[in-house]
């Protein structure tokens, strides 16, 4: 009774009670951009990201996603950081302090012939695409690795901008470096193409269906690729593209025991595409 008497009296002299004020609203995070550039400055190359929207229902973030496939010119430096051919030149050496860099160079010419300057990165093993994922990311302080499984279906799917995930052969011969398109008479046989060659898709990424095969994560106890790859007929191409590793088979041409863990002789048609988490 007291207290009701007392908040009365307090009312009547003009001490209105009132609900305590809530927190200001707070701003809504910037949008994040469509796209950026990457400069890996110890080896002074760049390449482009871009923006793919996740499917919250599917458990699946929005990533920035490779608008090309690893190329040579990404590539190459980093695998030869430690050989004489770089020497002790900064860019080695900036390689070699961190100990993200491959166990062994590649046997022969791994490039194939096909070319170099703007040309998909071929042969390399689940192990040395993912190394690589390690390295790029403590150098640039970004988180770059190859997709899951998952997302890249998911990226895929979104490529196709509605449309059916089987390619037409129409929208093959548009998109696609694959057995159809990928013959080269001056080589004398098929081979890749340089990225960016073919139409971008939905999303502005090119080749995911055809040029190399795109390593994956999250497969259980096998390592695969995804997307077709130049030698791929058109019902392989795309989501139906699917590929596990076999060590005797994609090496089998490899000279010396223990065969190399991080470059495959026999599989000339295996690639792979960075991902990075915003």
């Known amino acids: 009774m007291r207290i009701c008497a007392l908040a009365a009296l307090l009312a009547g002299c003009g001490f209105e009670q009132k609900p ?17 550039t990457q400069t890996v400055e110890v080896f002074q190359v760049a390449f482009d990201m871009v923006l793919v929207p996740g499917d919250e229902a599917k458990g699946i973030k929005a990533l920035y996603v490779g608008k090309h496939e690893v190329t040579w010119d990404e590539f190459m430096p980093w695998v030869y950081a430690g050989s004489a051919e770089i020497g002790d030149k900064p860019a080695a050496s900036v390689v070699r302090k961190k100990r993200l860099c491959p166990s062994a160079l590649p046997y022969g010419d791994i490039t194939r012939g096909y070319g170099t ?70 080589n004398g046989d098929y081979q890749t193409r340089r990225v960016g060659s073919m139409d971008p898709d939905h999303l502005g990424l090119y080749d995911l269906s055809g040029n190399v095969a795109e390593w994956v994560s999250e497969t259980g106890d096998v390592h695969v690729v995804r997307g077709g790859h130049f030698r791929s007929p058109l019902e392989e191409l795309g989501v139906r593209g699917w590929l596990v590793e076999d060590q005797a088979i994609w090496n089998m041409n490899y000279p010396n025991e223990p065969k190399n863990r991080c470059w495959y002789v026999d599989a000339k048609w295996v690639g792979f595409r960075l991902v990075c988490e915003p």
Do not use: K
């Open 20 to 36: 305590a004020a809530s927190p200001p609203p707070q701003p809504a995070p910037p949008p994040l951009p469509r796209s950026f």
């Open 117 to 186: 300057d703007r040309f998909p990165a071929l042969s390399m093993s689940w192990l040395s695409a993912d190394t690589y994922c390690a390295w790029l990311s403590a150098e640039t302080g970004r988180s770059y690795r190859v997709p899951t499984n998952r997302e890249w279906e998911h990226i895929f799917r979104l490529s196709r901008g509605g449309a059916a995930t089987e390619l037409s052969a129409a929208d093959a011969e548009r998109l696609a470096v694959f057995e159809v398109n990928s013959f080269d008479d001056e």
